[in-house]
């Protein structure tokens, strides 16, 4: 059975740090890794999506990176800003139309 | 965003009632898919269906039935609801082949009494 771990559970900061996420997962044969955020009482909004075969992706000031041999994904958010304070998700897909395994997010909360 | 509506968005009921929640979708998208998110447990997934009539169960599916009878809508029922289905529920879509992006709704917050 495939397990998502993220770690920190939370994470607090100034405002305009570089900072780093981090998401493991037991088993490596994953179609995609995807990040996602989550505002109090919201849904998810989808960050980054990696596929098995890459090893990055990058949107703005947020680059993921996926090592799938070793089972490890990281989300880097560069200059962070009060804004990005959420919960920060990581998912990994089986492939076809299997669901999503959830970590269960990192907190973070930006400083101004 | 994709076109996913929820509802209700919010529910209250007492144990032992039948309870359904709504998710309909205009991206015409082959995979919808129902979660529960709870504090401590993260989101797991309850059933998913793959294509109208066509579903399957996920981890946490007792106590919880489906059915898709068109592509756009996706039906969750709680046939006697206990008090550990207090939750939120989300629905999501994916899309066949490709990068499979799943996208998700507003959730369904329920609280059963």
């Known amino acids: 059975k495939q397990e998502v771990t993220q770690i920190p559970a939370a994470l607090s900061v100034p405002e305009g740090e570089n900072l780093v996420l981090n998401c493991s997962f037991t088993?490596?044969?994953?179609?995609?890794l995807q990040w996602f955020r989550q505002d109090p009482g919201k849904g998810l909004t989808s960050l980054l999506l990696?596929?098995?075969?890459?090893r990055e992706q990058t949107s703005g000031r947020l680059n993921a990176s996926l090592d799938k041999s070793s089972g490890r994904s990281t989300l880097y958010i560069a200059a962070s800003q009060p804004g990005d304070s959420a919960t920060y998700l990581c998912?990994?897909?089986?492939?076809?139309?299997?669901?999503?395994?959830f970590g269960k997010g990192t907190h973070l909360i930006i400083q101004p | 965003d994709a076109g996913i509506t929820q509802s209700p968005r919010h529910k209250v009921t007492e144990t032992g009632t039948p309870v359904t929640l709504r998710c309909h979708q205009t991206?015409?998208?082959?995979?919808m898919y129902w979660y529960r998110q709870d504090p401590g447990h993260g989101l797991r997934l309850i059933h998913y269906?793959?294509?109208?009539?066509?579903?399957d169960k996920g981890e946490v599916s007792d106590g919880y039935s489906v059915s898709r009878s068109k592509t756009e809508d996706f039906l969750l029922t709680l046939e006697s609801a206990t008090s550990s289905q207090t939750s939120v529920y989300f629905c999501?879509?994916?899309?066949?082949?490709?990068?499979?992006?799943?996208?998700f709704g507003a959730g369904t917050r329920l609280s059963v009494l």
């Open positions: 998912a990994v897909s089986g492939g076809g139309a299997d669901g999503l395994t």
């Open positions: 991206e015409n998208h082959r995979y």
């Open positions: 990696i596929q098995s075969s890459q």
């Open positions: 088993d490596s044969a994953i179609y995609n």
């Open positions: 269906s793959y294509g109208v009539k066509d579903t």
């Open positions: 999501a879509t994916g899309t066949s082949g490709g990068e499979n992006i799943q996208y």
